[in-house]
Protein backbone atom coordinates (compact mmCIF):
# COMPACT_ATOMS: atom_id res chain seq x y z
CA UNK A 1 0.00 0.00 0.00
CA UNK A 2 1.47 3.46 -0.71
CA UNK A 3 2.64 5.71 2.24
CA UNK A 4 1.43 8.90 3.03
CA UNK A 5 4.10 10.84 4.44
CA UNK A 6 1.97 14.69 5.58
CA UNK A 7 4.78 17.67 5.52
CA UNK A 8 4.42 19.90 8.62
CA UNK A 9 5.09 22.93 6.47
CA UNK A 10 1.05 23.41 6.28
CA UNK A 11 1.00 22.64 9.84
CA UNK A 12 0.39 25.01 12.62
CA UNK A 13 4.14 25.93 13.68
CA UNK A 14 2.87 26.97 16.99
CA UNK A 15 1.46 23.89 17.11
CA UNK A 16 4.30 21.66 15.62
CA UNK A 17 3.92 18.98 18.62
CA UNK A 18 0.38 18.45 18.91
CA UNK A 19 0.53 18.49 15.21
CA UNK A 20 3.07 15.45 14.71
CA UNK A 21 0.38 13.55 17.25
CA UNK A 22 -2.12 14.23 15.28
CA UNK A 23 -0.48 13.35 12.35
CA UNK A 24 0.13 9.98 13.58
CA UNK A 25 -3.39 9.09 15.04
CA UNK A 26 -4.94 10.09 12.12
CA UNK A 27 -2.71 7.42 9.82
CA UNK A 28 0.43 9.02 8.51
CA UNK A 29 3.52 6.50 7.67
CA UNK A 30 5.96 9.14 9.03
CA UNK A 31 6.60 12.98 8.56
CA UNK A 32 7.49 14.80 6.17
CA UNK A 33 9.96 18.05 7.03
CA UNK A 34 10.43 20.87 4.66
CA UNK A 35 13.88 22.34 5.50
CA UNK A 36 14.53 25.70 3.23
CA UNK A 37 17.41 27.77 3.48
CA UNK A 38 16.36 30.99 2.01
CA UNK A 39 19.05 30.66 -0.74
CA UNK A 40 18.62 27.30 -2.56
CA UNK A 41 14.96 27.89 -2.87
CA UNK A 42 13.08 31.20 -2.18
CA UNK A 43 11.98 30.75 1.07
CA UNK A 44 13.22 30.18 4.97
CA UNK A 45 11.65 27.65 7.47
CA UNK A 46 12.81 25.47 10.09
CA UNK A 47 15.98 23.83 11.34
CA UNK A 48 17.65 21.13 13.20
CA UNK A 49 16.41 22.72 16.82
CA UNK A 50 13.42 22.60 16.20
CA UNK A 51 13.20 18.84 14.44
CA UNK A 52 15.02 18.19 18.13
CA UNK A 53 12.22 19.33 19.74
CA UNK A 54 9.39 17.99 18.47
CA UNK A 55 11.49 14.23 18.03
CA UNK A 56 9.66 12.84 21.27
CA UNK A 57 6.34 13.62 20.00
CA UNK A 58 6.02 10.53 17.75
CA UNK A 59 7.87 7.46 17.03
CA UNK A 60 6.95 7.78 13.32
CA UNK A 61 9.92 7.96 10.85
CA UNK A 62 11.39 11.46 10.63
CA UNK A 63 11.95 12.37 6.28
CA UNK A 64 14.09 14.99 5.97
CA UNK A 65 14.23 17.00 2.91
CA UNK A 66 16.86 19.51 2.58
CA UNK A 67 16.31 22.20 0.10
CA UNK A 68 20.02 23.77 0.91
CA UNK A 69 23.12 24.65 -0.53
CA UNK A 70 26.16 22.48 0.07
CA UNK A 71 24.33 20.66 2.41
CA UNK A 72 27.57 18.82 3.55
CA UNK A 73 27.70 20.55 6.63
CA UNK A 74 24.54 20.34 7.90
CA UNK A 75 23.94 16.30 7.51
CA UNK A 76 25.35 15.64 11.46
CA UNK A 77 23.45 18.46 12.70
CA UNK A 78 20.16 16.70 11.39
CA UNK A 79 21.18 13.17 12.05
CA UNK A 80 21.87 14.62 15.52
CA UNK A 81 18.31 15.84 15.80
CA UNK A 82 16.43 12.64 15.32
CA UNK A 83 16.06 12.48 11.76
CA UNK A 84 15.62 8.58 10.01
CA UNK A 85 15.86 9.86 6.09
CA UNK A 86 17.64 12.79 5.24
CA UNK A 87 17.23 13.80 1.35
CA UNK A 88 19.95 16.20 -0.24
CA UNK A 89 18.69 17.71 -3.42
CA UNK A 90 21.24 16.79 -6.74
CA UNK A 91 21.19 20.53 -7.93
CA UNK A 92 22.80 21.66 -4.34
CA UNK A 93 25.43 19.32 -4.04
CA UNK A 94 28.82 19.10 -6.09
CA UNK A 95 29.97 15.55 -4.54
CA UNK A 96 27.00 13.81 -4.37
CA UNK A 97 27.89 10.37 -3.99
CA UNK A 98 30.39 11.58 -1.14
CA UNK A 99 27.14 13.14 0.87
CA UNK A 100 25.00 10.00 0.00
CA UNK A 101 27.95 8.22 2.00
CA UNK A 102 27.71 10.57 4.98
CA UNK A 103 24.47 10.18 5.50
CA UNK A 104 24.90 6.43 5.50
CA UNK A 105 27.69 6.68 7.99
CA UNK A 106 25.70 8.27 10.22
CA UNK A 107 23.13 5.02 9.96
CA UNK A 108 20.26 7.02 8.05
CA UNK A 109 18.68 6.39 5.06
CA UNK A 110 19.95 8.45 2.19
CA UNK A 111 17.98 10.47 -0.60
CA UNK A 112 18.12 12.33 -3.45
CA UNK A 113 15.67 15.01 -4.71
CA UNK A 114 15.76 16.17 -8.72
CA UNK A 115 13.60 19.87 -8.89
CA UNK A 116 11.59 19.60 -12.23
CA UNK A 117 13.88 20.31 -14.56
CA UNK A 118 16.75 17.93 -13.28
CA UNK A 119 17.33 14.70 -15.68
CA UNK A 120 17.01 11.70 -13.65
CA UNK A 121 20.09 10.13 -15.34
CA UNK A 122 22.15 11.99 -12.89
CA UNK A 123 21.15 8.97 -10.46
CA UNK A 124 22.36 6.53 -12.72
CA UNK A 125 25.79 5.84 -10.79
CA UNK A 126 24.89 6.42 -7.12
CA UNK A 127 21.97 3.93 -7.24
CA UNK A 128 23.94 2.15 -4.67
CA UNK A 129 24.30 4.75 -2.01
CA UNK A 130 20.46 5.09 -2.05
CA UNK A 131 17.42 4.36 -0.59
CA UNK A 132 14.49 7.13 -1.99
CA UNK A 133 14.23 9.33 -4.28
CA UNK A 134 12.21 12.21 -4.27
CA UNK A 135 10.45 13.60 -6.78
CA UNK A 136 9.61 17.01 -7.18
CA UNK A 137 6.31 17.51 -9.08
CA UNK A 138 6.55 21.36 -8.16
CA UNK A 139 9.86 23.79 -8.06
CA UNK A 140 10.32 23.47 -4.28
CA UNK A 141 9.79 26.45 -1.35
CA UNK A 142 6.29 27.00 -1.10
CA UNK A 143 3.36 24.85 -0.78
CA UNK A 144 0.00 24.89 -2.78
CA UNK A 145 1.35 25.33 -6.05
CA UNK A 146 -0.28 23.30 -8.86
CA UNK A 147 1.16 19.31 -9.49
CA UNK A 148 3.02 19.72 -12.83
CA UNK A 149 2.29 16.79 -15.38
CA UNK A 150 5.56 16.44 -17.39
CA UNK A 151 6.92 14.80 -13.91
CA UNK A 152 5.00 11.09 -14.30
CA UNK A 153 7.04 10.08 -16.98
CA UNK A 154 10.09 11.16 -14.58
CA UNK A 155 8.74 8.77 -12.03
CA UNK A 156 7.75 6.07 -14.55
CA UNK A 157 11.60 6.66 -15.84
CA UNK A 158 13.09 6.12 -12.28
CA UNK A 159 10.46 3.30 -11.54
CA UNK A 160 12.35 1.16 -14.38
CA UNK A 161 15.75 2.00 -13.33
CA UNK A 162 15.14 0.83 -10.01
CA UNK A 163 13.09 -2.01 -10.32
CA UNK A 164 15.84 -4.85 -9.57
CA UNK A 165 16.31 -2.53 -6.38
CA UNK A 166 14.98 -1.62 -2.53
CA UNK A 167 14.66 2.07 -3.24
CA UNK A 168 11.49 3.64 -2.38
CA UNK A 169 10.32 6.75 -5.17
CA UNK A 170 8.90 9.45 -3.39
CA UNK A 171 6.63 12.45 -4.80
CA UNK A 172 6.27 16.02 -3.85
CA UNK A 173 4.11 19.04 -4.63
CA UNK A 174 0.36 19.62 -5.69
CA UNK A 175 -0.51 16.15 -4.43
CA UNK A 176 -4.25 15.70 -4.09
CA UNK A 177 -6.62 12.66 -4.48
CA UNK A 178 -6.77 13.05 -8.31
CA UNK A 179 -2.59 13.38 -8.84
CA UNK A 180 -2.49 10.88 -6.13
CA UNK A 181 -3.76 7.98 -8.41
CA UNK A 182 -1.95 9.24 -11.11
CA UNK A 183 1.67 9.06 -8.88
CA UNK A 184 0.82 5.44 -7.76
CA UNK A 185 0.23 4.32 -11.36
CA UNK A 186 3.43 5.42 -12.44
CA UNK A 187 5.40 3.65 -9.94
CA UNK A 188 5.20 6.30 -6.92
CA UNK A 189 5.66 4.32 -3.05
CA UNK A 190 5.19 7.56 -0.98
CA UNK A 191 3.05 10.33 -1.43
CA UNK A 192 3.93 13.54 0.51
CA UNK A 193 1.37 15.88 0.96
CA UNK A 194 0.65 19.53 3.00
CA UNK A 195 -2.49 21.34 1.54
CA UNK A 196 -4.42 18.51 1.01
CA UNK A 197 -3.87 16.45 4.39
CA UNK A 198 -4.30 19.89 6.31
CA UNK A 199 -7.10 21.15 4.46
CA UNK A 200 -10.70 21.20 6.39
CA UNK A 201 -8.79 19.59 9.09
CA UNK A 202 -10.05 16.13 9.28
CA UNK A 203 -6.50 14.72 8.87
CA UNK A 204 -7.76 11.24 8.92
CA UNK A 205 -10.19 11.66 5.70
CA UNK A 206 -7.70 13.37 4.12
CA UNK A 207 -5.36 10.91 4.62
CA UNK A 208 -7.75 8.05 3.77
CA UNK A 209 -8.76 9.97 0.26
CA UNK A 210 -5.04 10.38 -0.98
CA UNK A 211 -4.94 6.04 -0.18
C1 LIG B 1 7.65 22.19 -1.39
C2 LIG B 1 7.80 21.19 -0.26
C3 LIG B 1 6.61 20.32 -0.09
C4 LIG B 1 5.34 21.05 0.21
C5 LIG B 1 4.20 20.30 -0.42
O1 LIG B 1 8.84 22.82 -1.62
O2 LIG B 1 8.92 20.34 -0.48
O3 LIG B 1 6.84 19.27 0.84
O4 LIG B 1 5.10 21.22 1.56
O5 LIG B 1 3.08 21.07 -0.27
P1 LIG B 1 1.72 20.81 -1.03
O6 LIG B 1 1.29 19.40 -0.69
O7 LIG B 1 0.84 21.85 -0.46
O8 LIG B 1 1.99 20.97 -2.49
ZN1 LIG C 1 9.27 18.39 0.74
Not at 54 to 63: A, G, Q, V
Not at 135 to 143: A, E, H, L, Q
Not at 172 to 180: L, M, Q, R, S, Y
Request: charged share 20%.
Amino acid sequence: MVKIAPSILSADFANLGKEIKALEKAGADMIHIDVMDGNFVPNLTLGAGIIKAIRNYTKLPFDVHLMVQNPDKMIPWFAEAGADIITVHAEACIHLDKTLSTIREYGLKAGVSLNPSTDEDCLKYVLDKLDLILIMTVNPGFGGQNFIESQLQKISKIKEMTEDKEILIEVDGGINPFTAAECTAAGADVLVAGTAVFAGGDYQKNINSLR
